[in-house]
């Protein structure tokens, strides 16, 4: 591994240390070095907060001349609740500023790298690009097309089945999984369950682990009631407030609810099922991912409940294809994941 890609990953550590806490800005890491030592290191914290840049800047003490900045995505150029990465890193006497991915925000995009080059700063950018672009998902889609990064999480049997005939669905996957789905839920600005998931299941559909985690998802059913009954978590503030009751079934109405929530600076959802909403929003089309956690389990039985309901297609054409999926063993459970074309 050259000394880019290896310091690049020391900027990625960083940033994932953002982890869930950064919405509706990116996760952003950065790390400083000179002569192959690390200077200084740093990472976005929250919105309104320090960036990355100068994060790992105040943390070299003044030692930042003629050194090499290493940082995930593009620094900015433009004035918001912070001054601009770009200004930070002029003043510091930064030599050189290796990028890992540029932004994709159209009033921003490549400004940076321009203003850095003007000034005599050496640059170079795609370094790690694909690790670095896809930390930042669900931001990079939310600030192109106006709407969250939609996530469908489904626990499963080996045989595609989510629950029996009665709804007895806990619980599919082990531990090792479930602390995964609370990792995801970390990232997730919104989450939202079907009507009989609710019910049956009674989520709270928050984030559980760590304790006291400062940001808890909003949270939505899939429904075309207009209450839920009284006694459930979901109708409840214990956990957040009340779930908001929707109910959006073709492309347009769907698109019109994304587009709702990404103006309230909502950058990601994620569906957690039951299996009419999950059938639903594939074929309507707007789901960007799947996480599916298959267990070693075969449920069997006709009326057991399937992984993905609503409409039946008649040709195998229609199935919809995964691309640059990943499959990742946790514990005894596979974790498989793969973005979808929405």
């Not at 492309?251 to 099922?273: D, R």
Request: aromatic share 6%.
């Amino acid at each position: 591994m050259d000394a880019d890609k290896h310091f690049m990953k020391l900027a990625l550590k960083e940033a994932k240390k953002g982890w869930g806490l950064t919405s509706p800005n990116p996760m952003v890491g950065s790390v400083l070095v000179r002569n192959g030592i690390v200077l200084g290191k740093g990472y976005h914290h929250g919105a309104g907060l320090p960036h990355a840049e100068p994060n790992a800047i105040a943390d070299a003490n003044g030692n930042t001349s003629d050194a090499t900045l290493y940082v995930t995505l593009e620094p900015c150029s433009t004035y918001g609740k912070t001054p601009p990465c770009t200004k930070a890193i002029i003043d510091a006497n930064i030599k050189r500023v290796v990028i890992g991915c540029l932004d994709p925000n159209p009033k921003h995009a490549g400004q940076g790298l321009n203003i850095l080059q003007n000034n005599g700063i050496q640059v170079q950018a795609g370094v790690l690009e694909e690790e670095c672009s896809t930390l930042n998902e669900a931001f990079f889609h939310w600030i192109t097309t106006g709407r969250p990064f939609v996530r469908l999480k489904m626990a499963m049997t080996l045989d595609g089945k989510i629950a029996t005939e009665s709804g007895d669905s806990k619980w599919i996957t082990g531990e090792k999984a479930r602390r995964v789905v609370q990792k995801l839920r970390q990232a997730s600005d919104a989450i939202m369950v079907g009507g009989n998931t609710a019910v049956i299941d009674n989520p709270t559909l928050n984030v559980r682990i760590p304790k006291n985690w400062p940001r808890q998802p909003k949270r939505f059913v899939w429904t075309s009631k207009t209450q839920l009954p009284s006694h459930l978590d979901l109708a409840s503030n214990q956990h957040g407030e009340p779930a908001k009751l929707v109910k959006p079934i073709t492309n347009s109405q769907w698109l019109e609810f994304l587009e709702t929530l990404g103006s309230q600076q909502i950058i990601s959802l994620m569906i957690e099922g039951g299996g009419e909403l999950a059938g639903c929003a594939i074929q309507a089309n707007i789901v960007n991912r799947i996480d599916f956690f298959i267990a070693p389990k075969i449920l069997g039985g006709k009326a057991s409940r399937s992984v993905v309901g609503w409409n039946s297609p008649q040709f195998l054409a229609q199935a919809i294809p995964i691309k640059n999926w990943s499959v990742v063993k946790c514990g005894d459970d596979i974790h498989y994941s793969g973005l979808l074309d929405a």
